[in-house]
């Protein structure tokens, strides 16, 4: 990975920027930010007066009004340290650029891009707004101003180019490939689609190259969210190296491949298409804040949900894991004054200190624990407290479950939860002790056709337990599978009758299979194989990252990995929400994590036994 350029030995000349609307009343800001009364930098990029591909690039930097550049600009959407596909004989070293006559040091990747996007001749040149450039990087307070208007920036940017690197691993014929599946996507029928496909782009060549094109790192960074999404319809390109396509022609291309999956399983396997669709999602959501922005309606994500679709994203900072997205989210749009100043950019504040102002925030907003079902035990950052999610854990799983959906008032009428300072105080009636475990669950153990050992080893403790209260073997199958997904339907709905059947249906053909090989599943009918496919992948969500436990207190289901059996559980006064936790002193205790109880308990007047409940457990860092 390159290093990051810094300015601060250079001494470069910034400006401070100006901002117009400071003394205008809270109410009136949101409509003269809009409007444009504050400033922001643009480079104007010179156009190069030589045929020499590799003479100095030379920028202007200029003050200006938003209200005097919008819609007259470009933005650069590009990752800082990626380096892929350029030549080294094409990169100086230092790395200048040069900024109103002054040498500025730039990250190679950007450096290619300006190469690529600067053209010939003897015009004026063109605007741009680049991030690297157009901020005081060294500037905390300045930093933080211009993210709360990244919204603005690339939302009304005439128009953003996302920058995927140099040429390399075919990326050209990548492009090509996008560009003739976009035309082929216009054909008036299906049939004439797959045989346009079919009969010219069958080179398995061609897709490879797109699949290395998709594993380029802007896919996968989180302010490219951001970036991607908030750009209006028709001003957002896909760059790479000396080719450029529309966003529109990527779009097209990839619901044309998604429909050629039984025709081309091959070819369309080698490409990683969820990145994308990820991105489109969110600019049809997006589309909500205005008809000029994004290409759909929908209703936009809530802090909380966007924060969890886009946990898998990388971010080198871990404050902008919240800061590159939190604009998109309809609780920050619709947020009182007093709530938007518990959360907003300030680079100032350490990340635990902004995790914790989100999980505020949360609360604040929707008077809600449902982010504590994506808190895990293991984090990155050691001293936040265990009651917040530690969003700079990118790890795909374990994926939360979906019952922290909202909290009422306990049966008293009092509250069920209180925050104060980094403890969360909440309200619900101890359960008792964890009792038996199984060994956690991986992704690997969850494959088919085969059933691997630790699901064995889980069945027959489950077994164990529900034969021993003497329930029919139907019912205790039932159980079996109701734990294994958590409740839930491959939709993440709660289980009908209907899907229960085919789970069960599923989970035999499953079961008694502790040898079987791909070859014969692949004689299993259609009906019966499509049935395993939705059950595995229900299982793979609710117990990767987790582990099947019996409690001595008659409490059967899933709970963390990293649960030991001295640590116990505790319900809500409703009985609907579950945690575990471990003791760390006298008065307070660590959050291990949310936990799933079968609706065994109801057998067990779960709902009676714990409406009664009165003593408060507090969870600290």
């Keep these: 990975m390159a290093a990051l350029p810094t300015h601060a030995s250079i001494g470069f000349p910034y ?19 809009v409007r444009g009364a504050w400033e922001i930098r643009l480079i104007r990029l010179r156009l190069s007066k030589t ?3 590799n003479a100095p690039i030379q920028c202007d930097l200029f003050h200006a009004t938003f209200s005097e550049v919008k819609r007259c600009y470009e933005a650069l959407s590009y990752v800082w340290a990626d380096d892929m596909g350029i030549p080294h004989d094409e990169i100086p070293s230092p790395c200048d650029i040069s900024v109103n006559g002054v040498p500025f040091p730039v990250t190679p990747n950007l450096y290619t891009a300006l190469l690529r996007l600067r053209g010939r001749g003897d015009g004026a040149g063109r605007l741009f707004w680049v991030d690297q450039i157009c901020i005081n990087q060294n500037d905390a307070t300045e930093k933080s101003w211009l993210v709360d208007r990244m919204s603005l920036i690339y939302g009304y940017a005439k128009q953003t180019t996302i920058w995927l690197g140099g040429d390399a691993d075919g990326s050209f014929r990548a492009l090509f490939l996008i560009s003739r599946l976009a035309e082929i996507a216009r054909l008036p029928t299906r049939e004439d689609q797959v045989a346009a ?5 069958a080179a398995r060549a061609r897709w490879a190259a797109l699949g290395k094109l998709m594993e380029r790192r802007w896919w996968y960074r989180t302010w490219t969210v951001q970036e991607c999404v908030l750009p209006r319809l028709g001003s957002l390109f896909v760059r790479c190296g000396a080719k450029e396509v529309p966003w529109t022609d990527f779009v097209s291309a990839v619901r044309l491949m998604d429909g050629l999956r039984d025709a081309m399983p091959l070819c369309v396997g080698l490409v990683n298409i969820s990145p994308l669709l990820e991105l489109q999602l969110g600019r049809r959501r997006a589309a909500a804040r205005g008809e000029d922005i994004g290409d759909g309606g929908g209703e936009l994500d809530s802090l909380l949900e966007a924060l969890a679709r886009y946990r898998g994203r990388l971010a080198t900072d871990p404050r902008d894991k919240v800061y590159a997205i939190m604009r998109m989210a309809r609780d920050i749009r619709d947020a009182s004054e007093a709530q938007r100043r518990l959360l907003h950019a300030d680079y100032n ?3 635990e200190d902004v995790y914790t102002d989100t999980a505020r925030f949360f609360v604040e907003t929707g008077k809600t624990l ?14 936040l407290p265990s009651w917040v999610p530690d969003w700079s854990d990118s790890s795909s799983y374990p994926r939360p479950l979906p019952y922290f959906d909202g909290l009422a008032a306990c049966a008293d009428g009092g509250p069920e939860f ?8 909440f309200k619900g009636r101890r359960m008792g002790s964890v009792g038996v475990l199984g060994e956690p669950c991986l992704e690997e153990h969850v494959s088919l056709p085969r059933i691997s050992e630790l699901f064995i080893a ?13 329930t029919s073997d139907e019912i205790v199958e039932g159980h079996v599978v109701g734990v294994l997904v958590a409740g839930r339907g491959p939709r993440k709905e709660p289980l009908d009758r209907g899907t229960m059947d085919e789970f069960v249906a599923a989970y035999r053909l ?3 299979q502790p040898s079987a090989t791909a070859s014969d599943a692949d004689e299993w009918p259609i009906s019966e194989a499509m049935n395993a496919v939705r059950f595995t992948g229900s299982v793979r969500r609710a117990c990767v990252g987790r582990r099947v436990f019996v409690s001595p207190d008659g409490f059967v289901g899933l709970a963390p990995q990293e649960t030991a059996e001295t640590d116990f559980m505790v319900s809500n006064a409703r009985g609907d929400q579950f945690l575990v936790l471990r003791q760390t002193s006298t008065v307070g205790c660590t959050l291990v994590g949310p936990w799933y109880v079968s609706r065994l308990g109801d057998l067990l007047s779960l709902e009676q036994r714990v409406f009664f409940c009165s003593s408060w457990h507090s969870a600290d860092c």
Excluded at 15 to 32: G, I, K, M, W, Y
Excluded at 376 to 382: G, S, V, Y
Excluded at 458 to 470: E, G, H, K, Q, V
Aim: aromatic share 10%; hydrophobic share 40%.
């Design 197 to 201: 496909v079919v009969g010219g782009y």
């Design 418 to 425: 209180q925050i104060s300072g980094t403890c969360l105080a």
């Design 15 to 33: 400006n401070h920027l100006h901002d117009f609307t400071c003394n205008v009343p809270s109410v009136e800001r949101p409509a003269q930010m």
């Design 349 to 351: 504040k350490p990340a």
């Design 510 to 512: 499953w079961s008694c």
């Design 458 to 470: 889980w069945r027959a403790i489950l077994i164990n337990y529900l034969t021993a209260i003497d």
């Design 51 to 53: 045929n020499n591909y």
């Design 370 to 383: 449902e982010f504590l079902g994506h808190c895990r035990l293991t984090r990155n950052l050691a001293c």
